[in-house]
Antibody, heavy 117, light 108 residues
């Protein structure tokens, strides 16, 4: 069965960086792109962008350019989200989700990133 | 960018009642590329409906989706206790898949 398993919660100081992993199993990794979605505390879902798992080409939604980087390690069927120069407002749960177009058909369990001094 | 507006913000109903959730787009969503997700506290969202009206794998038939163009509806025919949750619509017609702000279905 399709599974996306994300790395554990992170507590970071402002200005630091964080890298969230999303390991896929149960399907051919490069048959589907990977979407990334953010959910701030008590808020709704925000589509961040996606990465093409064939070419490695990322696409970022407005508001997620510059400090946010999507990457892959196809040898271990894993997608990554790196956020640099962390700010308090980056505190959120970050989800990876298997992509069918921009549709998210399977989701990881989410990774809580907390930014606090 | 297509903006999705969901209504109502909160729906207070009793188990066994019918729930009707609305999602309105700022422009027509081509190809009925409209999806609905359910999210329970502390859990990841789960895909319910795609293509405006097709149920995802394993979704009970009390969930149905309808609509086209700018207006879509999610209907839960008879609410079960496990259906009380937040529901999000999403358009995926463009390469950027925007979400609505969510409707909370709570127990009355």
């Amino acid at each position: 069965q399709v599974q996306l398993v994300q790395s554990g919660s992170e507590l970071k100081k402002p200005g630091a960086s964080v890298k969230v992993s999303c390991k896929a199993s149960g399907y051919t990794f490069n048959n589907h792109g990977m979407n990334w979605v953010r959910q701030a505390p008590g808020q709704g879902l925000e589509w961040m962008g996606w990465i093409n798992t064939n070419t490695g080409n990322p696409t970022y939604a407005q508001g997620f350019t510059g400090r946010f980087v999507f990457s892959l390690d196809t040898s271990v069927s894993t997608a990554y989200l790196q956020i640099s120069s962390l700010k308090a407002e980056d505190t959120a749960v970050y989800y990876c989700a298997r992509r069918v177009g921009s549709l998210c058909d399977y989701w990881g369990q989410g990774t809580l990133v907390t930014v606090s001094s | 960018e297509i903006v999705l507006t969901q209504s109502p913000g909160t729906l207070s109903l009793s188990p066994g009642e019918r729930a009707t959730l609305s999602c309105r787009a700022s422009q027509s969503v081509s190809g009925s590329y409209l999806a609905w997700y359910q999210q329970k506290p502390g859990q990841a969202p789960r895909l319910l409906i795609y293509g405006a009206s097709s149920r995802a794998t394993g979704i009970p038939d009390r969930f149905s989706g309808s609509g086209s163009g700018t207006d879509s509806t999610l209907t839960i025919s008879r609410l079960e206790p496990e259906d009380f949750a937040v529901y999000y619509c999403q358009q995926y017609a463009s390469s950027t898949g925007t979400f609505g702000q969510g409707t909370k279905v709570e127990i009355k």
